[in-house]
């Protein structure tokens, strides 16, 4: 009943019972070719263009085959009502779907907004992140991570979308045990930790453990291991070797200690010395008694 309601006084021509309301007299609407030969009207005036509804436009231009056989119309309209509103087109999407696309990740848009990073830069990060699953985490912190130290965080988000697109972009890579044992030995900050850990990570376990060598030795001889760290990090991303530590500065991991076994060493010297001291002064008053 809610079908021929919404079909009644859309002036569509029908071919089934109707009771004659779709062709009533001053609706302005003619029937069908077909049914105008059959009535014997075919040398009428041809039909004015008929004035549908939005809804009812979009349901024919989907598909004209309803619009020749309004049964087939009816059928859709009682078996979706949304088609008969208009809503929707017969075969179409169900409602919501193109919003729930359309939505942006909540994690990404706190991201943004965050860094006041425009819409349109956030739907864009969404769709990336929605084929970085496995990984999205690690992207996000990784993200909010280079964000926080850039003067332009909209235009450094650009590059790293991009670098997302080209297949080379990593996101925040974890510290090994190996790693944190040796930012806790020379007390490393964050960015410093950080930093060695993304670019370790590129290499296989031998490669990673022999630069853990070389590392480490450069950092016993600094007195700013983390500052000694940044300046590795050019060699350590180009393969190269880092070469011969420096002398131990002042304050090092290596002057604090070596200073410390020297200092043992002297002390256990000054011992051996006051203990011939006290022989000699022994043996010199046992032969002043064998005198007497």
């Known amino acids: 009943a809610q079908g021929v309601g919404q079909l009644k006084g859309s002036g569509v021509a029908c071919e089934v019972a109707c009771e004659g309301w779709c062709c009533e007299p001053g609706m302005g609407r003619k029937r069908n070719a077909a049914i105008g030969e059959a009535q014997g009207d ?3 005036a041809p039909a004015p263009a008929q004035a549908l509804t939005p809804g009812f436009a979009g349901v024919f231009a989907a598909n004209p085959m309803l619009a020749a056989n309004p049964l087939l119309l009816m059928q859709a309209m009682m078996g979706n009502p949304l088609v008969a509103a208009g809503i929707v087109q017969p075969g179409g999407p169900r409602p919501g779907a193109t919003l729930e696309t359309d939505m942006i990740d909540p994690d990404v848009q706190e991201l943004c907004d965050h860094f006041h990073i425009e819409e349109r830069h956030a739907r864009r990060l969404s769709d990336l992140m929605k084929r970085r699953q496995e990984t999205f985490v690690e992207d996000i912190e ?3 991570d280079v964000l926080a130290r850039a003067h332009s965080p909209a235009g450094l988000l650009v590059v790293k979308m991009r670098e997302m697109e080209e297949g080379s972009f990593v996101g925040k890579a974890k510290a090994d045990k190996d790693l944190a044992a040796m ?3 020379f007390k490393l900050d964050d960015q410093a930790e ?3 850990a993304d670019i370790l990570q590129r290499y296989d376990a031998d490669r ?3 630069y853990m060598t070389e590392i480490e030795k450069h950092l016993e001889v600094s007195n ?6 940044m300046m590795l990090l050019r060699k350590l991303g180009d393969g190269s070797p880092l070469g011969r530590p420096g002398q131990p500065a002042p304050g090092s991991y290596a002057d604090r200690h070596g200073r410390g076994e020297a200092d043992r060493d002297r002390d256990r010297d000054r011992d051996r010395d006051r203990e011939r001291d006290r022989d000699r002064v022994r043996e010199k008053r046992s032969r002043s008694r064998s005198r007497r």
């Open 194 to 196: 950080q930093k060695l």
């Open 42 to 44: 075919a040398a009428a």
């Open 224 to 229: 700013r291991p983390s500052a000694m760290v």
């Open 142 to 144: 990784r993200l909010y």
């Open 183 to 185: 930012s806790k030995k």
């Open 208 to 210: 990673r453990r022999e």
